[in-house]
C-alpha cells in the first residue's frame, strides 16, 4: 500500500501518453478507466507519435530510474518489438544538474579537504550533468586538467525508493501481464538494480577505468584517461580530462582531416579484442562516450569515456560464443546447432537437424547481399528470436554483450557506411583464439595451476580406491540396470584404463611443466612434446572409456 500512490502517478503518466494497453494489462489499473478523464489529459500532438515515441516520452517524464530502466530494456530486442527497441535505445538521462555548491560540499567531505587544497581551481559550473552524478572541470596544483565526477546528493535514498516502486511494477506486469514469460520484467528489474549499484560507486568505475587503461596501454587504438587515486573516493571520481570529437559528429571527424574508414575498422577490432582477447568490455559504448581524437590524425585512435557500467563473461561462455561467431563466419550451421547444445544453451533432447535448418533459414538471406550490407547485430537478435522457439535459456550474461554489439556496428556504419563487419571482425576474432587456446598458452596456464594440483596429488589415489571400493560393495550404481554385472565388469575395466591413461597424462604434463620451470636452458621444444604426449595419453583414455 506504500507504492500505491506512486502507482497511481505512474499509470497517470501512461494514460496521459496514452499507454492505454500497458495500464490495462495491469488489474490495480483497470478501475481508472472510470476515472481517466479526471487523472490524465494527453499531451499535445501526443497522436502523431508512435507507441515507441510514446512510451520513451513517458519514461522521461517519470524521472531517471524509469529511464535506466528503458535502457536496460533497449537491449532485449529479443523479447520486445523492434520499432519500441529503436525508440528506447534514444533515452538519455540528461537532468538538471545540482548547485555546483553541493558538489563541491561533497568533494570536500569525501576528500577530508578543501577544494583550494585539493586543486588549483574547481568550477562551480558542471560540464555535464546526468541522473546518478555530475561533472566538474578542474585544475591539479601543478597544472594538469582533470574533470571530478560527484555523485548526486541524496542519489542513494532515491535510488532505494524508485527501485521499491519498479520492483512493485515488475510484479504486477509479472502476474498479470499476457506477455510475462516473454518479457520476464523482474529478471529486467534486477538487471537496473545491478547496473545501478554498479554506477553508485565511482571507486569501482575508477577501477575499471584503470584496468581497461592497462589493457590498452600503448593507448594506439583506445586511449583512456588516468585515474588520480588521491583525489578519489566512492562519491567522487578524478580523471585526466581529455579533448575529442563525438564518434557521431561526422562533420567535426571530416574537418580533423581523420580516415573514418580507418576509424570504423579499428573500432571493431578495439570491440572484439576487449570481449575476446582481455575478457573486459565497456558496455555503454554509445557515441556519447566513445570520442575521436582530433590530434591523432596519421594514427586515429579513440577516447572511452564513463566506466560506470563495464561487461565480462565466463571463461566457458566466451569459448563458446567465440566458437559461434567463427561458426557464423563460416557459414557452418550444423557446427552452429552443435554448439548451442554443448554450451548447454538448449537442452541436450534437441534437434540438431531441425535446429540446424532454422539457423540456416535466419541466415541464407543475409548472405545473399553484399557483405558490406550484413548487420551481424540484427542477424545475433533474429538468431535469439529464432532459438527461443527451441526452448533457449538466455543467458543474462550475454545481454550486456548484445547491447554492446549494436552500439559498436552502429558507430562503425556511422563512421563508414560500407564498412565490411565480418571481412574485419573475421581474422581478429581468429588470431585471439589462436593465441588464447594455442600449446604454449595451454602449457603456461598448467604453470600457474601446478602448485594446486601438487597440493592435492596425495590424495588423488585414496579418493580412485575409495571409489572402486564402494563400487564393488554396490553402493555406487554404476548402470541402471541391477542384472548387468557383465556390462558394469567391463565399465569398470574402462574407467581404469581411462584412469591409467589419465595418470601417465597427468605425469606427462606435470614433468613438463616442470622441466620448463627448472630446466629453461633446454628451450620450449622438450617440454612442449612432453606436454603434447601427455594430452595424448589423456586423449586415449578418454577414447577407451567411450
Not at 563487419?421 to 603456461?444: D, M, Q
Request: aromatic share 6%; net charge neutral.
Amino acid at each position: 500500500m506504500k507504492v500505491v500512490p506512486r502507482l497511481l502517478r505512474v499509470a497517470s503518466v501512461l494514460l496521459a501518453w496514452r499507454l492505454d494497453e500497458l495500464v490495462d494489462a495491469a488489474h490495480l489499473y483497470r478501475p481508472l478507466k472510470l476515472l481517466r478523464p479526471l487523472l490524465a489529459r494527453p499531451r499535445a500532438n501526443v497522436a502523431a507519435l508512435s507507441r515507441g515515441e510514446r512510451l520513451r516520452m513517458a519514461l522521461t517524464e517519470l524521472g531517471p530510474i524509469f529511464v535506466k530502466a528503458g535502457q536496460v530494456l533497449s537491449t532485449r530486442r529479443d523479447l520486445i518489438p523492434a520499432d519500441i527497441a529503436d525508440e528506447l535505445s534514444l533515452l538519455q538521462d540528461q537532468v538538471a544538474p545540482f548547485l555546483g555548491s553541493a558538489a563541491r560540499a561533497i568533494v570536500e567531505q569525501q576528500l577530508n579537504a578543501s577544494t583550494d587544497q585539493l586543486y588549483a581551481s574547481f568550477d562551480e559550473t558542471p560540464l555535464a550533468s546526468a541522473s546518478i552524478a555530475q561533472v566538474h572541470a578542474a585544475t591539479l596544483r601543478d597544472g594538469r586538467e582533470v574533470v571530478v565526477k560527484v555523485l548526486r546528493p541524496g542519489i542513494d535514498v532515491q535510488i532505494a525508493r524508485d527501485v521499491k516502486l519498479l520492483r512493485s511494477l515488475g510484479e504486477l506486469a509479472q502476474r498479470w501481464h499476457p506477455n510475462a514469460d516473454k518479457i520476464r520484467p523482474l529478471d529486467v528489474v534486477a538487471e537496473v538494480e545491478k547496473m545501478l549499484e554498479n554506477e553508485l560507486d565511482l571507486q569501482r568505475e575508477g577501477a575499471s577505468a584503470s584496468l581497461l587503461k592497462r589493457n590498452f596501454a600503448s593507448g594506439v587504438d583506445l586511449y583512456v584517461p588516468a585515474v588520480h587515486w588521491e583525489l578519489t573516493s566512492a562519491r567522487v571520481l578524478t580523471l585526466e580530462r581529455v579533448h575529442g570529437i563525438s564518434s557521431d559528429d561526422i562533420a567535426a571527424i571530416d574537418a580533423a582531416g581523420l580516415d573514418r574508414k580507418a576509424l570504423a575498422a579499428k573500432g571493431v577490432r578495439v570491440f572484439y579484442e576487449q570481449v575476446f582477447r582481455d575478457n573486459f568490455f565497456h558496455a555503454d559504448a554509445h557515441p556519447g562516450n566513445i570520442w575521436v581524437d582530433p590530434t591523432r590524425v596519421d594514427e586515429p585512435r579513440f577516447i572511452a569515456l564513463d566506466f560506470g557500467i563495464m561487461g565480462s563473461l565466463p571463461e566457458a561462455d566466451q569459448y563458446w560464443l567465440a566458437q559461434n561467431f567463427i561458426a557464423l563466419f563460416e557459414r557452418d550451421y550444423a557446427r552452429i546447432a552443435q554448439l548451442h547444445v554443448a554450451a548447454g544453451w538448449m537442452p541436450s533432447n534437441v534437434r540438431l537437424d531441425e535446429l540446424e535448418a532454422a539457423v540456416r533459414t535466419v541466415c541464407e538471406p543475409y548472405f545473399t547481399r553484399p557483405l558490406s550490407q550484413i548487420s551481424l547485430a540484427e542477424l545475433v537478435v533474429k538468431l535469439f528470436q529464432t532459438a527461443r522457439r527451441f526452448e533457449l535459456t538466455l543467458q543474462p550474461q550475454l545481454i550486456l554483450l548484445q547491447k554492446t554489439l549494436l552500439n559498436i556496428e552502429g558507430v562503425g556504419r556511422m563512421l563508414d557506411p560500407e564498412i565490411d563487419i565480418w571481412a574485419v571482425a573475421h581474422p581478429v576474432l581468429k588470431r585471439i583464439l589462436r593465441e588464447r587456446y594455442s600449446p604454449l598458452r595451454t602449457l603456461r596456464d598448467i604453470r600457474k595451476r601446478l602448485p594446486e594440483w601438487l597440493r592435492h596429488a596425495p590424495e588423488f589415489p585414496e579418493l580412485v580406491r575409495d571409489a572402486l571400493r564402494q563400487a564393488g560393495r554396490g553402493e555406487q550404481r554404476l548402470l541402471a540396470d541391477a542384472d548387468a554385472l557383465g556390462q558394469q565388469a567391463r565399465l569398470t575395466g574402462r574407467v581404469l584404463r581411462m584412469l591409467g591413461g589419465g595418470l601417465l597424462g597427468a605425469t606427462l604434463i606435470l614433468s613438463a611443466t616442470l622441466l620448463w620451470s627448472l630446466a629453461p636452458q633446454h628451450g620450449v621444444w622438450p617440454p612442449l612434446l612432453l606436454g603434447a604426449a601427455g594430452l595424448l595419453a589423456f586423449a586415449f583414455g578418454s577414447s577407451r572409456q567411450r
